[in-house]
């Protein structure tokens, strides 16, 4: 992550941080000397750096490694110096008959002394322990293409002409093409693919995941010997046929039904179409910062403040954004709050449908954080800040790919009426947001901060979806265009909030309101009153701490609380988890998916709560897909039953769009609907509304006669400011 | 509702609205009119106007009686003329020892043949059949605070004095108040009141509702004799007394325990308290409208109309705005959408508290929807309408009370990034709204229109909470004061989604996300596939029609169809309703509410689907609470087992916050937890997203490098534009 642009964001007030973000990310110089150093260790036998032959080993990340809690907290807390840094780097072993991913420590940094600088196997945060070796099911990815998949295509050519008009050879004028399942099939010691065709854009939008064919192929390619691997039949129409023989067969016997083809059309096209609505070309309404941002930052550490709150930016290849050190008025909130793992699930007839599961931080957040269009994807005035990721021995750099601003809802956070007055106070909030595009789907990651103290994450998706051949996928999805199904899916999003609330001894108080039946000294005692009342309970350990909203007919809420730190009033402080999405439920449909198998536990609960642990610092590992049986980081083992009365806890929160696709879906998803979001509120945490402290208030006293006579506005800024709004053209061609 | 003033709203489009708006309500020519000829009506034997004395005969209301349904549809669809206007007339009839409200209907209007005009019962809209009577219980208010309850007070004034050193003996000097339950008491043919006492504040703010002082007593008030009405006890420290000697016996004992007082401080006040934040007196973020407002609006007709939507509003004493007729693109969506009721219902350790279920209609949404505060109710660049309602013989007007804007999301609607483009697209929604504050709460209801075909209902709370002595409260809430429960309660709102798609014959739709175990021609048949599919199902009739969210572990999605208007797909096409809040559950916990009895039976299941029926036209009546066993419309009652397939439907949808107040809740509750809405989003209805309608979009094509090559606009405004922003003050002394 690199400094901000002074063309769009001067006008911040600069700060110094208090601390040194040690979750900030290498600079350029340490990447480059561990690269280096790398480079002349013998016993890794790396052969090329990034993305050479499939029987090469090289270097496919080098980043920081993210210190351990208890070393910063050494750090923060007690005085101590900031942990040693360490480089997380990954070897891509391809020079043996049996691939794997080789996790590693190198360090300590900066690499000065050679001889000082050693690596070592990278496995306690994982609970799989293999000494950091993973499995790697894709090292003969390009062979794959081009010796087995445009093969097979190729083998049956006269009926994807005849069929599809297309071909998918691998050539440039390929107007077809074929993509396969994720996570590959991995059971029986056997690696199974399957593929189907989808037809390509005749131009340059991004439509081809709405444009299936309807034709799937299954192959086993165990082992990296292409002569060994094999073609295991093909479907169309629901109907399986074990050899290309027998399909094309089939093909040319009468009464063979061939389907309806998908092709691109305005209907999957994003720019403007139909009548121009009354009105449009005027200005629309738009939001400004007549007087420049109101937040401080310290580019260099990556630390924000902003009434009265304070976070640090951390940024990785797997997640993107996270944030830590997360602060009110000086106390510490949430050590870390950060996305782990987004799961898209699909299902229907098909195979491939039926067996995808993305698990995108095999992709990688980091690396598909792109530039954000100013005046769209967050104001003109934001701060824009740019990311980084490792790539070919050294970083790179996405410009302006996060943001940084603040927004007025058209709400106000307070506001009363009374025969003498009226009061209301504006509901300002800061929003850091990036977006990841990972393929087709574009995830809108915002993180907000709000006056009376409450944080927030909001997810939005949009783009294409990927859809699939409606035929006999009337049970998974609508038909939503000639023969497209809307395939169902579910986005689990998983997101990892490390509460700290008055220190790190925390408990979670679960309260639920209960209907009761009871009698009163001042009722009828033969007569019980039915009404509700509060149920308080203190969870006590694991075995109790994998939850769903709502846990049964009652209203339950949950909160992070410290009891050891009880208000004047014997109320335990501490902050409400608060979900929100358009359906309720934030776990994943499927129960057991076949298709996943141990890969992601994590997303079959709503919040799911554990002891912290050095060791247990992420949900997922982006190489879960690889190995779906055995996965690197296993979620389900996280609950051993360990106590949960007053320690380290971590929250684990997923938020969830359950999705099944309608026509308004095409030709990109709609991000007012596509949302899921979870708030941090308050809870007895403070002696009163902290939205008390904004100076962005009113209050009109008025007499009699409805007559304005008093208009108090506590010192807010009263200067007239002339504002120019420039068309975003502008701002776009720079 | 009156026409808007120029000084605000000068800059939108005025249009003629293409039919006479049939639900805005009566002229005040027309309310005079009926009020004079009213008082000609000897066998009426009005006695006298408005709030006259207690053994009067008045007039409480005057309004529009809102037409049948099916009699719109005749003038709307079938070139019918309007329908005759009649008025909506509420007699106060209390010249009788059995006081009651009489319904009637007055007209035709209007009234200009003296002979022509006739007043009948008005029953049909009603459950219960009474010709329109319907007991009142508060018929003698005033006697029973100056003729009982101030004396009750006298008579332990010495115990007041020295517990809460105060007063509430009905004088201008009283240091406390005393107020009772709603809904009385009325089992067994009596009627009983609690009361507690309040402190009061020392200065302006509204805090009393927080300010509990924990002593209560218990009368019986039956009939309209005060010679007859009887203390029945005193209630002090959950200690019940029989009588006041034995109350004042045990007081004036040893050992006697006296609880502290809540007490006004600056913790119950609303202004800006504490050190000013960083920045904070820099101007924030603000919205504006650089080329003015982008709808239009037939100021006369009520009628609005925003980027293909189009709709009329209507504005009555019980329920404030309801808008008609909304159409998009010319087609009917909803022939009605607008709030029938708003329960408060508490619970609690003490009587007051727990027979506390305030149904909001009593007092009534119209009268209490006060004046906007520009620039934080709503922003200030808004048209502001004025809305009026009946009181004493005339129609009083509220300027300023309903406002209508655009404002930009602080994020897409749309947005795509690919290789070579990337492509976003501004989410632009128009808002009408009001708040009506109904004694201590403020309700923010805003409905709003969206780019994608989306209408939305969001409903926000803020104001005083009503806050219980802590005392014995601890399973009722949080202590958030020194002698402060936050009593816990429900607000459930009703409202009544009266759809049309595509005609009247319409369906509901169950689309349900399920996780199953199948095989597949594909699969081994040995080894079931654990994944997921669609059930689909529609309701059959009301036996079936009443339902929460979720309806068990799976994911339900209930969308409004026509089974007879399938898309070219074969899908039906329909809208989805989306409920949102951040909890799930939008029915009153409470089962059987001991208070409510028969009152609220709406509030009992998150959305409910009804036959349409022009004599069921609402859920609820402002005055169920006056006989809560028998109350004027019985929602239970509109379940009477009728097909609900392919006819005319009316979706009942609860919005709800559950609510148990946190010392974040003091001052005032904010708004940004207390929240709910609901969304209607297209489903299958368009053969694709409307967004793609709009010029407020852009497609940044990019070259091999990153740069930019091209910024399509489609269209969209170019000119620059200064914008002026003006401190509020300013506005808000006009």
Not at 213 to 219: A, C, M, P, R
Not at 259 to 285: C, F, H, Y
Not at 571 to 586: F, I, T
């Amino acid at each position: 992550m690199g400094t901000p642009r002074s063309s769009t964001s001067s006008n911040f007030t600069v700060i110094k941080s208090p601390n040194e973000n040690v979750w900030g990310g290498l600079t350029d110089v340490e990447t480059a000397s561990v690269v280096h150093w790398l480079l002349q260790q013998p016993e890794l036998n790396l052969t090329a750096t990034d993305d050479a032959g499939e029987w090469d080993n090289t270097i496919s990340l080098v980043e920081l490694m993210r210190p351990n809690k208890s070393d910063v907290l050494q750090y923060l807390d007690h005085d101590q110096p900031p942990p040693t840094r360490y480089a997380h780097v990954v070897l891509d072993v391809r020079a043996t008959l049996d691939p794997y991913y080789a996790e590693i420590l190198v360090g300590p940094l900066p690499v000065t002394n050679q001889s000082a600088t050693t690596w070592v196997p990278l496995e306690y945060p994982y609970t799989r322990k293999t000494q950091g070796r993973i499995r790697n099911l894709d090292a003969d990815h390009d062979t794959i293409h081009s010796e087995w998949l445009y093969k097979i295509s190729a083998s049956i050519v006269d009926i994807t002409l005849e069929l599809f008009n297309g071909t998918a050879l691998g050539l440039d004028n390929d107007t077809i093409r074929n993509s396969g399942i994720n996570p590959l099939w991995q059971g029986d010691g056997r690696t199974i693919r399957w593929n189907t065709f989808w037809n390509l854009p005749v131009d340059d939008f991004d439509a081809s995941s709405i444009l299936p064919l309807g034709l799937f192929f299954k192959s086993d390619i165990t082992g990296r010997d292409p002569s060994k691997w094999k073609l295991e039949g093909w479907l169309y129409n629901n109907i399986f046929y074990e050899t290309t023989n027998a399909f094309r067969k089939a093909y040319y016997s009468p009464g063979f039904v061939k389907l309806l083809s998908n092709v691109e059309g305005d209907w999957a096209r994003t720019d403007q179409q139909g009548p121009i609505l009354p009105e449009d070309q005027k200005q629309p309404s738009v939001m400004l910062a007549p007087s420049g941002a109101r937040y401080a930052l310290d580019t260099n550490q990556k630390y924000v403040t902003w009434m009265g709150f304070s976070f640090y930016i951390g940024f990785s290849r797997d997640t993107g954004v996270s944030i830590f050190d997360v602060r009110y008025k000086g106390q510490r909130i949430l050590y870390e709050l950060g996305l782990q793992e987004a799961l898209s699930h699909y299902a229907g007839n098909d195979p491939v449908q039926s067996s995808t599961a993305y698990l995108d931080s095999f992709y990688g957040f980091g690396p598909y954080t792109f530039e954000l269009v100013k005046g769209y994807d967050c104001p003109i005035y934001a701060t824009y800040l740019n990311t980084s990721f490792y790539k070919s021995e050294s970083t790179h750099t996405h410009v302006d790919s996060l943001c940084l601003f603040e927004y007025d809802t058209d709400y106000p956070i307070q506001r009363h009426t009374t025969q003498s007055y009226v009061s209301s106070t504006k509901n300002i909030y800061l929003t850091l947001r990036s977006v990841s595009t990972i393929g087709n789907y574009d995830y809108t990651i915002s993180y907000t901060f709000h006056l009376d103290g409450t944080i927030g994450i909001e997810i939005r998706a949009s783009g294409y979806i990927q859809a699939a051949h409606s035929t006999h996928n009337t049970n998974y999805g609508y038909q939503i265009h000639s023969a497209l199904s809307g395939s169902m899916h579910d986005h689990i999003l998983n997101f990892k909030a490390d509460f700290d609330i008055l220190g790190t001894a925390n408990s979670i108080e679960l309260t639920s309101l209960v209907p009761i039946t009871t009698t009163y000294p001042w009722s009828n005692p033969n007569r019980p009153r039915n009404t509700m009342h509060l149920s308080r309970r203190i969870l006590s350990s694991e075995t109790e701490s994998r939850l769903n909203f709502p846990q049964s007919a009652t209203t339950t809420m949950l909160s992070i609380i410290n009891q050891d730190a009880r208000n004047s009033y014997n109320e335990y402080r501490g902050y409400r988890v608060l979900p929100s999405s358009p359906l309720s439920s934030g776990h994943l449909t499927i129960i057991n998916s076949s298709t996943l198998i141990h890969a992601a536990h994590w997303s079959e609960h709503d919040i799911q709560i554990t002891q912290h642990h050095d060791h247990e610092p992420r949900s997922a590992h982006p190489y879960n897909n690889q190995d779906v049986y055995n996965p690197v980081i296993n979620f389900n083992e996280f609950f051993d039953g360990e106590d949960l009365n007053q320690t380290d806890l971590v929250v684990w929160v997923n938020l969830a769009m359950h999705h099944v696709p309608t026509t308004g879906d095409l030709p990109n998803t709609v991000m007012t609907t596509a949302v899921a979001g979870v708030r941090f509120v308050s809870g007895n945490y403070f002696m009163g509304g902290q939205s008390r402290g904004t100076v962005n208030m009113v209050r009109v006293g008025f007499g009699d006669e409805d007559v304005v006579e008093e208009v108090e506005t506590f010192g807010q800024a009263r200067e007239m400011v002339e504002v120019v709004v420039r068309p975003v053209e502008e701002v776009l061609w720079g």
